[in-house]
C-alpha cells in the first residue's frame, strides 16, 4: 500500500538559512499533520491542513510557515533556522480526521 | 505534569512472552486512542485505533480503554524479537487535530 512520501529525507543546513520540507500525503487523503521529534523526545504537533485550509495550529514557531496545494501535498517552510531547529519532522496523513498515518521523516540538521 | 504518561522503560521481556504497556491521561476530553510503534529514526506507525472503552483486538494486539479511570493499555501476545522498538500512545480530542503523544516505553524482546 502506498504511504506518506517525504522529501527529502535529509538535510543539513546553517544558522539563519532557510529550508522547505515537502510531503505527499496517502493517495485520496485530504488531511496532512506536520510533527517535530527533538532526540529522545515524542512528536510535538505543529500544525495541520484540511482541503488546502489550516485547520489546526499547535507549537509551531513563527520562523515556520507550511500550506496545502491543490494536489494535497503540503510544504513546510522554516526561516532563520537555529540550532534547536535540528530534529526530526514527519507529516502525517488522515481522510478527513480520522487516523493519522506518518511518513518517514525529514531529518534537519542545523550546523 | 504531562497530559499523557507513559512509563519510559525500557521493558525487557523474553521471546514468546506477553508485552504489557499502559498510558494515564488527566483530561477526560481525550476521545480517540491510538498506539504506534517507532523503530528508530523512523516514522511512528500505527498499529490500534479506538474511541470506545473496551478491547479491540487486531492479531497479537489488544488494545484497552478504560474512560472511567483514564487509562489505556497494548498487551502484544507472543512477542518477537523483531517488536523490539518504541512504543507510543497518542491521543486526541473530539475537536482539533492535535495528537497528544505519551512519551513513549522502550521495548526488548530477547531471543
Known amino acids: 500500500a502506498a504511504g506518506v512520501i517525504q522529501s527529502p529525507r535529509h538535510l543539513i543546513k546553517e544558522k539563519r538559512e532557510t529550508a522547505t520540507l515537502k510531503c505527499y500525503p496517502i493517495?485520496?487523503?485530504?488531511?496532512v499533520y506536520w510533527y517535530q521529534q527533538g532526540p529522545g523526545q515524542d512528536p510535538q504537533f505543529l500544525i495541520s491542513?484540511?482541503?488546502?485550509?489550516?485547520?489546526d495550529k499547535g507549537s509551531i514557531p513563527d520562523r515556520f510557515s507550511a500550506q496545502q496545494f491543490s494536489d494535497y501535498h503540503s510544504e513546510l517552510n522554516m526561516s532563520s533556522l537555529e540550532l534547536g531547529d535540528s530534529a526530526l519532522y514527519f507529516c502525517?496523513?488522515?481522510?478527513?480526521?480520522?487516523?493519522?498515518?506518518f511518513g518517514p521523516g525529514t531529518r534537519l540538521t542545523v550546523l | 505534569q504531562k497530559e499523557v504518561e507513559q512509563d519510559p522503560g525500557p521493558l525487557s521481556v523474553p521471546e514468546g512472552a506477553i508485552v504489557s504497556l499502559n498510558c494515564t491521561y488527566s483530561?477526560?476530553?481525550?476521545?480517540?486512542f491510538m498506539w504506534y510503534r517507532q523503530y528508530s529514526r523512523k516514522g511512528p506507525e500505527l498499529l490500534m485505533y479506538?474511541?470506545?472503552?473496551g478491547n479491540k483486538e487486531d492479531g497479537r494486539f489488544t488494545a484497552q480503554v478504560d474512560k472511567s479511570s483514564k487509562y489505556i493499555s497494548l498487551f502484544i501476545r507472543d512477542s518477537q524479537p523483531s517488536d523490539s522498538a518504541t512504543y507510543l500512545c497518542a491521543m486526541k480530542k473530539a475537536a482539533g487535530n492535535k495528537l497528544t503523544f505519551g512519551g513513549g516505553t522502550r521495548v526488548l524482546v530477547k531471543p
Open positions: 491542513f484540511y482541503e488546502k485550509m489550516q485547520s
Open positions: 483530561n477526560s476530553a481525550f476521545q480517540y
Open positions: 502525517a496523513s488522515s481522510l478527513v480526521d480520522n487516523e493519522q498515518f
Open positions: 493517495p485520496r487523503h485530504d488531511t
Open positions: 479506538t474511541y470506545s472503552s
